[in-house]
Each structure stands twice: as C-alpha cells, then as structure tokens.
C-alpha cells in the first residue's frame, strides 16, 4: 500500500472520529409557559472552536442594516474581530450608537453608507440604539467561538458541540438580566435531541426615552 493512500486513511478515519465527537445537537428552547422561543443565542465554550481574529479580519464585513427605522437583522452573531457595516437602507438619516462595553461606538447623522465599517473584537453583547429613533434596538452578539447558532420561530436550532460541553445561552427577554449569558452543561449521554427552559421577561411596552445618554442603554454589557 502506497504512503499517500495510508496517509489518506489516516485523515478519513481522523475525520470521522472527530465528527462523532462534535456531531450537531438539536436544541430546543421553551420559556417558563412552555411556549417555543426565538431569538434565542446558543454558543459552545470559547476552548471549543475559538474564533480566529486573523481569519475573521479577512472576511467581508456583516452588515447590519437599517430598513423602516428598524435594524435588520434585530439579532446579528459575529465571531470575534469581524467588522460590521450599517448601511441605512431608510430615507431618512440615522444616528448609531452603542455603550456597550464590549464595543462603545457612534455613526452620527448619515444617509445611505457609513464611510467605514465597525471592527467588533471583543467578545459580549453590544446593544444598538438610534439617537433619533428610540424604539430602534438591535443587537450585535459577538462570539469568541465557531460554535454558535440561533433559534428560529419554533425555538429550534442545531449546534456543532461535543458531549461534556457546556453551552452559553442568551435572549434579550432573560428575567436574570440583559447581561447574563447563562452557562448550561449538556448531557454525557448520546443523546443530542435537548430541551431547554428560559424565564423570560413579558414583552416591553414601548417607552418614550430620548437622546444619546439614555438610561435604556447605558447599563448594557456592563
């Protein structure tokens, strides 16, 4: 048998075990009334698949959009040191900005395209918020790992983690608090079908809150 077709095994079977070992779990997330919840942040232990800043610096930037004065998507997952734009797809002007701690930025007054895109290396959760629109809300959650994903409109979502593993999750509704990212560890079993619960917060009334040094933002990612 030739080397490279001995190397060749090597790498398939090298292969094979560490997708048994990492294979997709199923995930599905309730709230404390049963009821399927999106929107909800699953990512694995920043050891597992960490984010390379040198690879994810050379990737085009997200984009956060900002579509009848709402940001689009409301929920946008970045690996640590990706850049975002926010083009303001409105024809009206937009003033972005965040207190985040992970990112404190501002994007004053502008039309159609910023002049550069936003570099996001630190991992956590940034909020987003519009000077001029207060109801804008949006949210960049920036991931020091590769394994992450989020739950759809049945509160479902598949996830590439390894057993013995403890999986971060996160919603901007957690009763614990806006900052908490809540440390779960999964079964050791082969088991990769897992329900989840959250206790969420009911759903804010709209609040009449102006100006760029509003309380609604200053104590996120704190």
Not at 6 to 18: D, P, T, Y
Not at 80 to 85: L, P, T, Y
Not at 123 to 130: F, K, N, S, T
């Amino acid at each position: 048998m030739h080397l490279t077709t001995i190397l060749a095994i090597i790498v398939a079977v090298g292969l094979s075990v560490s997708r048994a070992h990492a294979d997709a779990v199923s995930i599905l997330v309730l709230d404390q009334h049963g009821e399927p919840v999106s929107g909800a942040v699953l990512m694995g232990p920043p050891t597992y698949r960490p984010a390379n800043a040198a690879d994810t610096q050379m990737r085009p930037a997200a984009v956060m959009d900002q579509i009848d004065k709402a940001f689009v998507p409301q929920i946008l997952i970045v690996e640590q040191g990706r850049q975002v734009n926010f083009p303001n797809s409105d024809n009206i002007r937009h003033h972005v900005y965040s207190f985040s701690k992970p990112k404190v930025f501002e994007l004053k007054l502008y039309a159609e395209q910023p002049e550069h895109p936003i570099p996001f290396n630190n991992p956590g959760i940034v909020v987003l918020g519009c000077n001029i629109h207060d109801r804008m809300t949006g949210y960049i959650i920036v991931s020091d790992t590769q394994s992450w994903a989020q739950t759809d409109a049945t509160g479902k979502a598949q996830l590439e983690l390894p057993a013995n593993q403890p999986l971060r999750i996160w919603h901007a509704r957690k009763a614990s608090g806006f900052d908490d990212v809540e440390e779960r560890i999964l079964p050791t079993t082969t088991e990769r079908d897992i329900e989840l619960r959250l206790e969420l917060k009911p759903i804010p009334k709209p609040e009449p809150v102006r100006g760029f040094g509003s309380d609604r933002f200053k104590h996120h990612g704190r």
